[in-house]
């Protein structure tokens, strides 16, 4: 940290209860940001989420197409959630207290904390199939058992790990971001020389011999995948953005903010996916441990050694967020004690994941699931910071008020019919691998699914129409257009 030679015990005091980061214990480098989101989206998950667009039955281009397309839309709006935890020093779940109400935000809270641990597993259950592909090279294990009293013990192992990481903090979480996200980097480059120049990939590749898809059914998979890994996988970092960024001094540029941020997000997935892909068009798999050993053979010791990097620093992340997610539902327990509580619980989750089968539906559901109401409240938020306040000093203080305040709303009745309307229509336009994610106007498309645009669209405009009435009441009175808005996204985008 750079803002004060006093910043490490400042923070350290600062995050144990849920309160603004004043400047003084900021940090004036963004370098940290970009190795933050770098970190935590070079995992296993990406390889997966690559081949899944081929698992899917699409070809190799439309599968890049996708993933290049919707991740810089995707990570573009990323970036303005980025820049409000900037500018006023709280988190995601703090910020949105303004838009569903001091009380009404215990529901996007607890969706929040849940959505933190069923990522924390699931990235746990990964590593797994990872580290049984190596112990079987190994000879440790046999591979083709199922090993599952091998993998709870190896997940117990990994999940003190990440939990002890997090305990630690903001601090102890940017510098192992910072130590062991280059040479992973460098793994990764070796792994893609090996595989794109030496595994012979068909780079034509168009989809399984007999059954390429045309016309319509195309444009339903690339729809489909687009939603869990394309837009959708932007859509999924929007409540955790502000988490990190409240430690990044007001002084610091904002358009550098949001170049190191969403550049440090789209680099990874795009490059994991490809990888994925390419593999992916050799093996037709998506089990990660699979995709890794049958293509690099002898060399998948080394290279999983050091990826399973991945997963860990994307857990550092969940467990840490879900720590002050829950800390905003006015529950006065210690940062620290929360993630020793979110260590069981993704234990538990992670013991349910083994003894589930299929990788690729489960992760489908899973991805499919919660951008139903992340769409829905990126549309609300984006809206109430960047087009309700703009011209307005915000007042972020009052966020931090106790429950009772006269400066917020108990329950904000705009957000909240906005944010369910907005649930509603993702649902409608959902397309799922399971017949309760399938809506009824996806359903009538042929499969395709736009899920994601019609959900935050539709919070989004209802919130435009509606959130002005509670405004009058609670926000500040608009300030000279002479005085720089508090949240202005033209100087972002100039």
Same mark, same amino acid.
């Given at each position: 940290m750079s803002a004060s030679p006093h910043a490490p015990s400042v923070i350290a005091d600062l995050e144990q209860q849920l309160q603004p980061i004043p400047e003084e214990a900021r940090t004036r480098s963004v370098s940290g940001q970009f190795w933050i989101w770098c970190g935590a989206n070079i995992a296993p998950i990406n390889w997966v989420l690559g081949a899944l667009g081929v698992d899917f039955g699409l070809?190799?281009?439309?599968? +890049?197409?996708?993933?290049?397309?919707?991740?810089?839309?995707?990570?573009?709006?990323?970036? /303005? /959630?980025?820049?409000?935890? %900037?500018?006023?020093?709280?988190?995601?779940?703090?910020?949105?207290?303004?838009?569903?109400?001091? +009380?009404?935000?215990?529901?996007?809270?607890?969706?929040?904390?849940?959505?933190?641990?069923?990522?924390?597993?699931?990235n746990t259950w990964i590593i797994l199939d990872l580290v049984m592909a190596l112990l079987g090279k190994l000879g440790v294990v046999d591979p083709n058992a199922a090993n599952n009293g091998a993998r709870i013990l190896v997940a117990a192992v990994i999940m003190i790990a990440q939990v002890v990481i997090s305990w630690l903090g903001y601090r102890a979480i940017a510098a192992f971001e910072r130590w062991t996200v280059p040479p992973t980097i460098a793994v990764l480059i070796g792994m893609s020389i090996t595989a794109w120049f030496f595994l012979?990939?068909?780079?034509?590749?168009?989809?399984?011999?007999?059954?390429?898809?045309?016309?319509?059914? &195309? #444009?339903?998979?690339?729809?489909? +995948?687009?939603?869990?890994?394309?837009?959708? #996988?932007?859509?999924? #970092? /929007?409540?955790?953005?502000?988490?990190?960024?409240?430690? +990044?001094?007001?002084?610091?540029? &904002? &358009?550098?903010?949001?170049?190191?941020?969403? /550049?440090? %997000?789209?680099?990874?997935?795009?490059?994991?996916?490809?990888?994925?892909?390419?593999l992916a068009t050799k093996s037709t798999t998506v089990d990660p441990g699979q995709l890794i050993v049958q293509n690099f053979g002898v060399l998948a010791v080394p290279v999983l050694l050091l990826v399973i990097h991945g997963p860990i620093a994307t857990n550092i992340l969940n467990i840490y967020t879900f720590s002050v997610a829950t800390q905003a539902l006015d529950l006065k327990v210690p940062r620290r004690a929360l993630n020793l509580i979110v260590g069981v619980f993704s234990m538990a989750v992670v013991v349910f994941f083994i003894y589930k089968g299929d990788f690729a539906n489960t992760l489908d559901e899973f991805l499919s699931g919660i951008v139903a109401w992340i769409a829905a409240w990126g549309g609300i938020m984006l809206v109430h910071y960047y087009w309700l306040l703009r011209g307005r000093r915000s007042d972020s203080a009052k966020l931090f008020d106790p429950v009772g305040t006269h400066r917020l709303p108990g329950v904000n009745w705009a957000g909240m019919v906005a944010f369910f309307a907005g649930i509603a229509m993702t649902w409608l336009f959902m397309y799922g691998m399971v017949p309760a994610l399938q809506g009824p106007v996806a359903r009538a498309m042929h499969g395709v699914d736009l899920s994601w645009l019609a959900g935050g669209l539709t919070s989004a405009g209802i919130y435009a129409l509606l959130g002005p009435l509670v405004a009058r009441k609670y926000d500040e009175v608009p300030q000279a257009r002479s005085t720089p808005a508090a949240f202005d996204v033209e100087e972002v985008v100039a």
């Open positions: 070809g190799l281009w439309d599968t +890049v197409l996708v993933l290049v397309v919707g991740n810089l839309i995707g990570m573009s709006l990323f970036g /303005f /959630f980025v820049l409000l935890g %900037q500018r006023t020093g709280a988190t995601g779940m703090v910020l949105s207290r303004a838009v569903f109400g001091r +009380v009404g935000n215990y529901l996007p809270a607890t969706i929040q904390a849940c959505l933190a641990i069923g990522w924390c597993a699931l012979h990939i068909d780079w034509g590749y168009a989809g399984p011999a007999g059954h390429v898809l045309t016309g319509s059914a &195309r #444009w339903a998979a690339m729809t489909g +995948v687009m939603t869990a890994i394309g837009i959708g #996988w932007g859509i999924t #970092w /929007f409540t955790y953005a502000a988490d990190y960024s409240r430690f +990044v001094s007001r002084e610091v540029p &904002r &358009r550098k903010l949001y170049l190191a941020s969403t /550049f440090g %997000q789209f680099l990874p997935v795009v490059w994991l996916g490809l990888l994925g892909a390419t």
